[in-house]
């Protein structure tokens, strides 16, 4: 039996990880500041199937998946999630510099027993990971994240970023400093938001 999230087939025990994790973040919102009051209202879609649909545009054959900026584990903790059911071999690293999420993030990987860890730190201070794959969701602008992704994005991997409305003067700024393959996808969650699909980041001459 499957059910279909965010554009994706997952099966029962997806499923029930996925609103376990939720019930999680709930939880732990009451303690620590993991996501505002008006969106635990809404966490399912403006949350959990925000992460999920990211997951589609992952390569097929990827082994590294590193999230940046994880906080409370969207879309980091969400695409492990996903990747017990289509890639139980792939390893997930998640960069987050505040202890107090970091511990939250540790918490959730143990309970949903998820082939991931957590790196408490800022990502300017972690050494290339080499990725196949770097998700970053409400961290900064892309002037700011393309030059950590690039740091530890592999040669052939791609870069998953949501993005809202205000994403066109974002690019344009980028292609100053940056080159870069861009692929746009539309937002299941936001009808505004897109999905950024980014490759070979490379410094302009």
């Not at 279909?4 to 019930?23: I, P, Q």
Request: proline share 4%; glycine share 6%.
């Amino acid at each position: 039996m499957t059910a279909v999230v965010g554009g994706l087939n997952v099966s029962r025990e997806t499923m029930a990880d996925l609103e376990k994790f939720t019930a999680l973040v709930l939880k732990w919102t009451l303690k620590i500041n993991l996501i505002s009051a008006a969106a635990q209202v809404d966490i399912w879609d403006r949350h959990v199937v925000d992460s999920v649909q990211i997951y589609q545009y992952a390569p097929a054959d990827y082994h590294s998946w590193l999230d940046i900026g994880s906080g409370g584990g969207f879309p980091g903790i969400v695409a492990a999630v996903l990747a017990k059911e289509f890639a139980p071999n792939a390893r997930f690293i998640l960069i987050e510099s505040d202890q107090r999420k970091a511990t939250f993030l540790r918490t959730a990987i143990r309970e949903l027993t998820l082939n991931a860890s957590v790196t408490a730190d800022r990502i300017e201070n972690v050494s290339c990971l080499n990725a196949d794959v770097v998700s970053a969701r409400a961290l900064g602008s892309l002037p700011l994240l393309l030059p950590l992704i690039s740091s530890h994005l592999a040669p052939n991997g791609v870069a998953i970023l949501h993005k809202g409305k205000q994403v066109d003067p974002e690019v344009a700024e980028a292609r100053q400093d940056w080159r870069f393959d861009l692929e746009e996808r539309p937002s299941l969650t936001d009808p505004d938001g897109r999905i950024l699909l980014i490759q070979r980041i490379s410094r302009a001459a």
